[in-house]
């Protein structure tokens, strides 16, 4: 306890505080003495005795346990022993399923509780018994229980509960239940949509349950005569589509069961009626409901929802308005025309297609200078080619962010008229359109523009002069080699690093390039040098390795550096001892550069040195070692990746996991799983493992074999969003010869493909699996 807390305590208190501490540093021998402060009128005692004890290990558990029988006359123990229990890091399941077979209801409640904090999915079968237990609360809390846990184990004894018609368990088992994803709770839950004392929750845990199958039932409520039930609907459609876009990569599978019912396009003027007084979240609800419904009265409601602009709704009708393709480019174009600015930055990040460019263009000239830079990237999404010529005069805007985006546009989208309109551009008066135009000529590399390179080299703005040395790099005529070399013994030294700089980028080797840029190894000025040394090394200059190792020497810094990055493109003995030396030196800039170049050697002295910088105390030392052990190839890469992928720093475990998820060996899968449970950000790690590599499929597969019922629903989930064959021919064999988890957690994966092979295959399923519940859950999802 720190000096400020202890100074919030009592004298006594801190009497007391120190007494269980001496008592916790004894071990077995203290547990008692720590249960008898387990009553403590001092929250802050009870803390540090809860603490103490769950230290202790299995020492103190059978005592707590006891405990719990026994002493039951004091709420304040009670709840402490409970806390103990749940924090120990001991095996106490064996005690505690003693505990939950009590004869007294309420310690029988206590082992729930303790079982269910503890989520250990091994306790399931104890909760699923206590789930029909004659008490109600003992039942309550084994239903909360299994809550916390998750997962499809209990789905038969929860079914059983909501269908008891008992309101104390129906209740708590119907969220429970919709949280399990099981397509075996979606028939009950439906069922007490009937029941005006369930309705609402119902509906809420069907939307919870991601399938598919829940569609139908959710979608007649979109009519019902109460705007209540019909908001509680639409709220739970929406998550039932995000949550199933988030299991298996797509919400393509419920989506197509809205459209096909019919149902919700009778709802629509409905929908729209309740938007008046609808909260932000029911409005944006709506607007993904309507997106998917589709249709004209859709279309036009969504572009009502489109204001204000900056509500959470106006972005989800946005992406509404995109989901319904050319039904939509009607409203799109005159939610564009007749809209604001704040208007326009919403609706031009979704739009893709050439229909709409001409009013995608008219908003190059918005006020904003926001609104100006999406119009110029949305025009080169459309591919509208004609619309060139309008980039070309924001080449003069004064945002440097819509120069940058009018300049990727048009280089994006390329035309006939593109050469003429930038050797134009490249005679204005304006030092910042001649420069943007030679950006643009350059990148084209257009031989007509030669003259006008060779003459902008000497123009007064010595930012166009670089941009013309750039330019001439990538003419593919001997004339601009020779002004290049010509400048690079120019007495200005911003000519000669601007020349050296463009020799680097030279596509075609040249024996006078070698010979121009190991003179300039001795320019008296460093950044010349530096650019020089730049240079060799991307043209990968072999013969220039002894004078580059000589530049480690050199007294500019930026030189140093820039011959390390050199020396890491000369796959040679020279080159690598230098590198390996540098790697071991005290100089942070050059180890670190040092460490990349030995990763792209791709030799085994280069690994060993990767290897032992992981365990620099310099998390930017760190984060390049990682970067270079995975570029090397090295055997013991995915070993060293999957303990940095814990390291205390940020960067360097993302850095890690980044790396592990691109791996081919089928143990990165087994890596990035094992890290799943325990993971800061878990959500990161199941996006990584839903991205398709060389490996994945086959880590997937292996961890199957063994998987619980919970793993079981993420491989089979991952292997649905990886959209592969190799994936679906996965999900196909676990369906047929897997084990009894694994078929179905691969029946409702496959279900949400909704391709012809994976409804073949859960049709056979559904009338020849040998396990009853296998054929039950592939009967309700063939009934989606």
């Known amino acids: 306890m720190n000096a400020r807390a202890s100074l919030a305590l009592t004298p006594a208190e801190q009497e007391r505080l120190a007494r269980v501490q001496r008592l916790g540093q004894t071990g077995r021998a203290g547990v008692e003495g720590l249960l008898a402060f387990l009553n403590d009128p001092s929250w802050a005692v009870r803390r540090a005795v809860v603490a103490a004890l769950a230290e202790q290990g299995e020492a103190s558990v059978r005592p707590l346990c006891d405990l719990l029988r026994t002493q039951r006359d004091d709420e304040a123990r009670i709840s402490a022993a409970v806390d103990a229990l749940v924090q120990t890091a001991a095996d106490l399941l064996g005690e505690v399923a003693l505990l939950a077979r009590d004869a007294d209801p309420a310690v029988a409640a206590d082992a729930a509780q303790i079982l269910g904090r503890r989520r250990n999915p091994q306790a399931v079968p104890i909760l699923t018994a206590l789930v029909t237990h004659r008490d109600d609360n003992v039942a309550v809390a084994a239903i909360e229980a299994l809550g916390r846990i998750g997962g499809p184990s209990a789905v038969e004894t929860l079914v059983g509960a909501v269908q008891s018609g008992n309101f104390f368990r129906v209740f708590p088992a119907i969220d429970v239940l919709g949280r399990s994803g099981d397509p075996r709770a979606i028939g009950p839950l439906a069922e007490l949509l009937r029941h005006p004392m369930y309705l609402l929750e119902a509906a809420r845990a069907l939307g919870k349950t991601a399938q598919a199958a829940a569609v139908v039932p959710l979608a007649t409520l979109l009519s019902h005569p109460s705007e209540g039930t019909r908001r509680v609907a639409t709220l739970a459609l929406a998550e039932l589509h995000t949550r199933h876009r988030e299991r298996y990569g797509s919400d393509e599978a419920p989506a197509a069961v809205l459209r096909k019912t019919g149902v919700g396009a009778a709802a629509v003027p409905r929908l729209v009626l309740s938007l008046s007084n609808a909260a932000p979240e029911e409005r944006e609800a709506t607007a993904v409901i309507l997106g998917v419904i589709g249709g004209p009265d859709a279309a036009a409601a969504l572009s009502g929802l489109l204001e204000p602009a900056d509500a959470p709704a106006a972005l989800a009708a946005a992406a509404a308005l995109e989901r319904l393709g050319r039904d939509s480019d009607l409203h799109i174009g005159e939610a564009l025309r007749d809209g604001g600015s704040l208007r326009r930055r919403v609706l031009l990040p979704i739009i893709h297609r050439a229909s709409v460019a001409a009013e995608v263009a008219a908003c190059l000239t918005d006020a904003d200078a926001v609104v100006r830079t999406l119009a110029c990237e949305a025009l080169a999404r459309t591919a509208a080619a004609e619309w060139v010529p309008a980039l070309f005069p924001l080449l003069a805007d004064p945002s440097a962010r819509v120069v940058q985006a009018a300049i990727a546009a048009i280089q994006s989208l390329g035309s006939a008229e593109t050469q003429q309109l930038a050797l134009r551009a490249a005679r204005s008066l304006d030092p910042a359109v ?207 990746l999957a303990r940095v992928a814990q390291d205390a720093d940020e960067n360097v475990r993302a850095a890690a996991l980044g790396f592990l998820s691109t791996e081919a060996d089928p143990d990165a899968t087994r890596i990035l799983l094992d890290l799943l449970p325990g993971a800061r950000d878990p959500s990161r790690i199941a996006t990584l493992l839903a991205r398709a590599s060389e490996g994945r499929v086959r880590g997937l597969r292996a961890r199957l074999a063994s998987a619980d019922e919970e793993e079981a629903n993420l491989c089979c989930s991952l292997l649905a969003r990886l959209r592969t064959p190799e994936a679906t021919l996965a999900l196909l064999e676990t369906l047929s010869q897997g084990a009894l988890i694994a078929r179905k957690a691969a029946a409702v994966a496959l279900a949400s493909l909704r391709t012809p092979e994976a409804q073949a295959a859960l049709r056979h399923a559904a009338g020849h699996d040998p396990d009853a519940r296998v054929r039950q859950i592939c009967s309700i999802l063939l009934s989606q």
């Open 434 to 640: 001649r420069r943007s135009a030679l950006r643009i000529l350059g990148y084209f590399g257009y031989a007509e523009a030669l003259p006008i390179f060779i003459e902008a080299v000497d123009d007064a703005d010595p930012r166009v002069s670089e941009l013309a040395l750039a330019g001439l790099a990538y003419l593919d005529v001997p004339r601009a080699l020779e002004v290049l070399l010509a400048a690079a013994e120019s007495p200005l030294e911003r000519t000669r690093r601007a020349s050296l700089r463009a020799l680097g980028l030279v596509p075609r080797k040249d024996p006078r390039v070698a010979a121009r840029l190991l003179a300039a190894f001795a320019d008296p000025d460093g950044w010349v040098r530096y650019y020089a040394c730049q240079a060799a090394g991307k043209l990968a200059l072999s013969d220039a390795t002894p004078a580059i190792v000589k530049l480690l020497e050199d007294e500019a810094g930026q030189v140093r550096v820039a011959a390390v990055e050199a020396l890491s493109q000369m796959q040679n003995e020279p080159a690598l001892a230098a590198l390996c030396r540098l790697a071991e030196g005290q100089e942070p800039d050059l180890c670190r550069a040092a460490l990349i170049g030995l990763g792209m050697a791709k030799r085994l002295e280069g690994t060993s040195r990767l290897l032992a910088a992981l365990q620099s105390k310099d998390p930017a030392t760190r984060l390049v070692a990682i970067s270079a052990l995975a570029e090397s190839g090295a055997p013991e890469r995915v070993g060293a």
